[in-house]
C-alpha cells in the first residue's frame, strides 16, 4: 500500500527552465513533509520541506506547495540547472510516526544543458 | 558527505546465508535509522534506535534484526537471505533527541545482492 506516490518516474527539463516534480499522498494523517535529492552512489540529502499549516516554502530555487484538500504536493526548481539532475524522492509524516519517514519511488530529473 | 559511514558499499551471497550491514552515524548524532529500497520502489524504514534503545519499529521481517552499540554504530544483521532480500539499505542519523522533525542525515548505502 503506497502511502506516496510518484507517479512520473522520469523528468527531462531544459536548463533555465522549471522543472515541476509532483507527489500525491493518500494517508490525511500526514502533516509534514520533505523532499530529498539524491546523486548516484550517494545517499539522499535533505532538500526542503513544509508543514501542513502552510501552503508554500521557499528556499532559493527550491519552492514546495502543498494541496492538502488534493493530498498533493509539488517541488518546483526555477531556473533549472545539470546540476539538480538526481532523482527526487517526496516523504511524509504525522506526528504519532515520530520521526520516521514515508517515501516515495522517487522521480528521475534530467536538466539537459 | 553526510558524516554517515556504512560498510560494506557493496555485498553479495546465496541464499541462506546471514549478512552484517555497519553503520557510523554522524559525530554527536544519537539516533540511527536503517531504510531498504527495492528496486523501483521508495525508501522503506526498518527500524531506529535511539542512544542504543529501540525508539521505532516499521516492516521490519523476523530475519532481521539491529542493535546500536555503546560507541553509536549500530548493525543490521539480515539472516536465512533470499532473492527478495536484495536492496540497497540506507543508514541514516539523527540527533540529539532522535525526534519528530529531526532533519536524517544518510549515509551512501549498502547495495546487498543476494545469488
Known amino acids: 500500500d503506497q502511502q506516496v506516490k510518484q507517479n512520473s518516474p522520469s523528468l527531462s527539463v531544459q536548463e533555465g527552465r522549471i522543472s515541476i516534480l509532483n507527489c500525491d499522498y493518500t494517508?490525511?494523517?500526514?502533516?509534514?513533509f520533505l523532499w530529498y535529492k539524491k546523486y548516484p552512489a550517494e545517499g539522499p540529502t535533505f532538500l526542503i520541506s513544509?508543514?501542513?499549516?502552510?501552503d508554500k516554502n521557499e528556499d532559493g530555487r527550491f519552492t514546495v506547495f502543498l494541496n492538502k484538500s488534493a493530498k498533493h504536493l509539488s517541488l518546483h526548481i526555477v531556473p533549472s540547472q545539470p546540476g539538480d539532475s538526481a532523482v527526487y524522492f517526496c516523504a511524509a509524516s504525522y506526528m504519532e510516526y515520530g520521526n520516521k519517514l514515508v517515501f516515495g519511488a522517487g522521480t528521475i530529473l534530467r536538466v539537459k544543458s | 558527505d553526510s558524516g554517515v559511514t556504512q560498510t560494506p558499499k557493496h555485498l553479495i551471497t546465496a541464499t541462506g546465508q546471514r549478512v552484517t550491514l555497519r553503520c557510523s552515524p554522524r559525530s554527536g548524532d544519537l539516533s540511527v535509522y536503517w531504510y531498504q529500497q527495492s528496486l523501483d520502489q521508495g525508501l522503506q524504514f526498518l527500524i531506529q534506535?535511539?542512544?542504543?534503545?529501540?525508539?521505532a519499529k516499521g516492516n521490519i521481517l523476523e530475519r532481521f534484526s539491529a542493535q546500536q552499540f555503546p560507541d553509536l554504530h549500530s548493525e543490521l544483521n539480515l539472516s536465512s537471505l533470499e532473492l527478495g532480500d536484495s536492496a540497497l539499505y540506507f543508514c541514516?542519523?539523527?540527533?540529539?533527541?532522535?525526534?519528530?522533525?529531526?532533519?536524517?542525515?544518510f549515509g551512501s548505502g549498502t547495495q546487498l545482492s543476494v545469488l
Open positions: 513544509i508543514s501542513s499549516i502552510k
Open positions: 534506535y535511539y542512544n542504543g534503545e529501540e525508539r
Open positions: 494517508n490525511s494523517m500526514f502533516d509534514y
Open positions: 541514516a542519523s539523527s540527533g540529539p533527541t532522535g525526534r519528530r522533525g529531526e532533519k536524517l542525515f
